[in-house]
């Protein structure tokens, strides 16, 4: 039944992540719009590499295998441990592994059938910028922050509670 969750966020994430780069592809393909001045822009930027542009320099056959085999094994992974462990896992668990599966997917279509990653929120402090991304990386990011959060802190909460 878990499982079912999981399937339903993950396909979510990746619409939503899919959507989102295709407005920002057409949207500002020559523009940048400025939401919160000094502070937050939707700008198009088109990333070869991985998370802060890693791998960006490496050969271009090179950063592809890495970059779609570890997309492609995230997605298999988060989704076969979801299935396998369905019920045994906390609601948290499951939406921490469906923001992780989305996003992975989510880039991995950007990779496969585009060959970059699109990326189009960038936050900066005047002119620091955090390095652009998009809704998967965020989905990514705050997916493994709660299943680390779980695991290392609320996990053996819960198991004191149940004992």
């Given amino acids: 039944m878990k499982f079912r969750l999981f399937l339903i966020i993950t396909v979510f994430i990746i619409a939503i992540d899919l959507i989102t780069k295709n407005i920002a592809e057409k949207v500002l393909a020559d523009k940048v719009i400025t939401v919160i001045p000094n502070f937050f822009d939707l700008v198009l930027v088109w990333n070869k590499g991985a998370a802060f542009g890693i791998l960006s320099e490496a050969p271009e056959y090179v950063r592809r295998f890495i970059l779609i085999t570890s997309s492609f094994i995230a997605g298999i992974i988060t989704t076969f441990y979801a299935y396998k462990k ?22 991995l279509y950007d990779r496969l059938f585009i060959g970059e990653v699109r990326d189009f929120l960038d936050f900066y402090i005047k002119e620091h910028h955090w390095p652009a991304f998009n809704i998967a990386d965020a989905s990514i990011t705050i997916g493994i922050a709660l299943f680390v959060l779980y695991e290392l802190f609320l996990k053996r909460k819960e198991n004191e509670y149940k004992a």
């Fill in 86 to 107: 369905n019920n045994d896992l906390s609601n948290l668990e499951i939406i921490s592994l469906s923001l992780i599966a989305g996003g992975a997917i989510g880039n």
